[in-house]
């Protein structure tokens, strides 16, 4: 299993193919352009599914959430399959707010994402 770190998130390869992206801090203006860029980086390394591990993020502003969204349609387009995991409440209610709880696929455990 690789496993390396950026200013503020931790990227894991549980298996070939598959890359965890787990950001260590609440997602907001600030950080939100530190993970476009990892998300941007792993997306061109060849992988087929892309999993963003909130467990770490207890607030995410708008900034957060846009940059996943972008990452949802780059994933669609490079046929990637993108699954968040391991929301807290408060960050699954900005989601369910947003409606954007049915546009991505977001399940309890990295496990469970790893093995979708």
Not at 52 to 62: A, C, P, Q, R, T
Request: hydrophobic share 45%; net charge negative.
């Amino acid at each position: 299993m690789a496993h390396q770190e950026s200013a503020f998130i931790s990227i894991d390869r549980p298996e070939q193919g598959i890359v965890v992206l787990a950001p260590t801090a609440d997602i907001d203006m600030s950080r939100s352009p530190d993970l476009r860029t990892s998300i941007r980086q792993e997306m061109g390394s060849g992988i087929h599914k892309m999993i963003v591990d909130l467990e770490e993020v207890h607030y995410m502003d708008s900034s957060g959430l846009a940059t996943l969204v972008e990452a949802m349609r780059n994933a669609s387009k490079s046929d990637t399959k993108l699954v968040i995991c391991n929301m807290n409440q408060k960050v699954s209610a900005i989601f369910e707010i947003a409606r954007l709880d049915t546009f991505f696929s977001i399940v309890v455990s990295r496990d469970e994402a790893i093995s979708l």
